[in-house]
């Protein structure tokens, strides 16, 4: 059931995250009056507690994720209010199912990429964010391992390691990241970037965000939890 919630969570994404209760899109894929609901009271609860923009994000996070690279399973969670360095954050935890390939790159890249397909795009979708916090606290799991195909990600030892990122973005230098008055390397400078419980600098290296892969068959699944 979850891995069918988080699908139809994606399709929020057609809603706006400000203004009405979200309804559920027309032309849904075959679902059960319970998951419909269960979906709606899911954005209900975190929109009270969270905000709407940040009860999207969750969403947002977990979709860019499964359109990106995922091949594992994807987990997205708002697991509440976070306390650091005297400030209050929005905390969010997400398992991309993203398996990187260490033939192309390195730690730095990986993060690079982590930030440009996932967090960047998902951030994005924002003219602006309100939330009930000094900022957002975006932790990020994925995997990596050397590989030449896809096809060698199904074997059993197909996962390989985990790195975990975590984001601390300011409220206020998020806003001017959205209003187009701080570019990206500005506003990555200005954050906390935590990386396997150490602190980090991310360079950026693309100029732009890379092109989406081609169509694969994955094995991803999703879902997402409280």
């Keep these: 059931m979850l891995a069918r919630l988080v699908f139809l969570l994606s399709l929020f994404l057609l809603v706006p995250a400000h203004g009405a209760e979200p309804e559920l899109p027309s032309g849904l894929p075959s679902a059960s009056a319970d998951e419909k609901r269960a979906v709606l009271e899911l954005m209900k609860q975190n929109k009270e507690k969270y905000g709407a923009d940040a009860a999207l994000l969750q969403g947002l996070l977990l979709t860019h994720s499964l ?3 995922a091949v594992l399973t994807s987990e997205s969670t708002i697991t509440g209010f976070e ?10 935890r997400l398992a991309t199912g993203v398996v990187l390939n260490d033939k192309l790159l390195d730690r730095d890249r990986r993060l ?11 951030l994005r979708h924002y003219p602006s964010f309100t939330a009930p916090a000094d900022g957002l606290a975006i932790e990020m799991h994925y995997n990596h391992r050397p590989y030449d195909r896809i096809a060698e990600l199904y074997d059993e030892n197909g996962d390989g390691a985990v790195e975990r990122a975590k984001f601390y973005l300011s409220a206020a230098d998020l806003s001017e990241f959205l209003a187009h008055r701080l570019g990206a390397q500005d506003f990555l400078d200005r954050s906390r970037i935590v990386l396997d419980d150490h602190s980090v600098k991310l360079r950026l290296t693309e100029a732009s965000m890379p092109p989406r892969p081609p169509a694969e068959a ?5 879902s997402v939890t409280r």
Excluded at 112 to 119: K, N, S
Excluded at 218 to 222: I, K, N, T
């Design 67 to 69: 359109q990106g690279e």
């Design 83 to 92: 306390q650091s360095e005297d400030k209050k954050y929005v905390a969010f």
């Design 112 to 122: 690079e990429r982590m930030w440009h397909v996932v967090l960047e795009r998902a």
């Design 218 to 222: 994955m094995r991803a699944g999703g």
